[in-house]
């Protein structure tokens, strides 16, 4: 049976938190919980849920915490009775979220067993995000210097058209950034506090540079 193992990749909008996943869901079969691309398929799919949650993420604010509570609980659950790993992507973001997850972890008979903190100056931040495009049909995300898709503004992968996310426009970037420094941050704080383990990646570095550190801190755990 496969050993598991429960981690979060935090840190702010555009230090490479979806990148990584995808990578690591590849290598060592995690299921990637992104709710960011939860909340995105029910603004797509028009939901009441959606219908409330597109104009806090249009301007950068965060959705209730209930509702993240409500969609953690959800997915969370199966991943653990199935005895899967599980990788946190865009939450915890709030201090109730992080208590949230730890206790429903520790419910389920399971632990988050590490945190991934991805630091990376703001100004490379804004760079980057502003130049993030993605495609709404699959999910692929590119950059339009540092990773562009073969052909300007298709997918590579399912050949659909990439759109700029609403919130990545410069206004929002810099209310999404105001918000993490101020309801986000403190949650590191905490983490620290409860003794959770927890590996500083430097987020600024190249792509793979980065990776192969995550990667080797999974490995380590894994073995
Ligand atoms: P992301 O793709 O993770 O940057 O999320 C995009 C937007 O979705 C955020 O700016 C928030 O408005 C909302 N969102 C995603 N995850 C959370 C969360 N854990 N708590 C509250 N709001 C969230």
Redesign the pocket.
């Known amino acids: 049976m496969e050993k598991a193992m429960n981690i979060v990749l935090f840190g702010p909008?555009g230090s490479g938190?979806?990148t990584h996943a995808e990578t690591l869901v590849k290598e060592f079969g995690f299921i990637h919980l992104?709710?960011?691309?939860l909340?995105?398929k029910e603004v797509r799919e028009k939901t009441e849920l959606g219908v409330q949650?597109e104009k806090?993420?249009t301007a950068?604010?965060?959705?209730?915490?209930e509702?993240?509570h409500g969609m953690i609980a959800n997915f969370v659950k199966p991943v653990i009775d199935n005895k899967g790993r599980v990788l946190c992507?865009?939450?915890?973001?709030?201090l109730p979220?992080l208590d949230f997850l730890v206790s429903f972890l520790e419910r389920c008979g399971s632990q988050l067993d590490m945190i991934f903190v991805l630091e990376i100056p703001n100004e490379m931040l804004i760079q980057r995000l502003t130049g993030r495009r993605s495609c709404p049909a699959c999910g692929a995300v590119y950059h339009i210097v540092n990773m562009p898709p073969k052909l300007d503004g298709v997918c590579d992968a399912c050949h659909g058209a990439l759109i700029q996310r609403k919130?990545d426009v410069r206004e929002a970037i810099e209310e999404?950034l105001a918000?993490y420094e101020k309801q986000t941050f403190p949650v590191l704080q905490a983490i620290e506090t409860k003794g959770l383990k927890v590996a500083k990646i430097d987020a600024s570095l190249q792509r793979e540079v980065c990776y192969t550190q995550i990667a080797g801190y999974v490995r380590e755990f894994l073995k």
């Open positions: 909008p938190k979806g992104s709710t960011g691309d909340l995105r949650a806090l993420m950068g604010q965060l959705v209730s915490d509702i993240i992507d865009g939450f915890p973001r709030t979220q919130d999404r918000t």
